[in-house]
């Protein structure tokens, strides 16, 4: 009985050691408090050689123009005050923010359309796919299901 249990033990050890090891190798790669990135562009629509790499720098170019939208989106909210005298400074606020929403929407059509003229067809057919999945999920921000 005892031999038993000395066994059971050491199996519940490895099996604990195993799962905290594959749990580490898995956090390695990611941002505290950020889900993995979706692979790229590029991968997605199996490009290769030049078409890639342009996808790639295109794709870091949209990116540099969006975050520059959503940080002044977010300097805006700063601005907002929570008192009712401040409800005409606040809706002028609201709109400048809708603004670059409608700036951010707008620059990221503009990027799968540029995209989309280094696409073979079996690519833009996927880059349809791809697009029509965002706006699908454009409802429930977050990490991927």
Known sequence: MMKTNRLLYLLLSILILVNVLMLVQL?????????????????????????????????????????????????????IKLDNQSKLHNQQIYEKIGALQSKIDACTFEHFTRVKTHCTAKQAKKLAEVVHRMIERSDRPGPRP
């Open 27 to 79: 956090m390695q790669d990611r941002k505290p408090g950020f889900p993995p990135h979706p692979p790229r562009l590029s991968h997605i629509l199996k490009m290769k050689g030049s078409a890639a790499k342009w996808v790639d720098i295109e794709f870091k170019q949209h990116l540099a123009e969006k975050n520059h939208y959503l940080e002044q989106q977010k300097e805006l909210r700063t601005q």
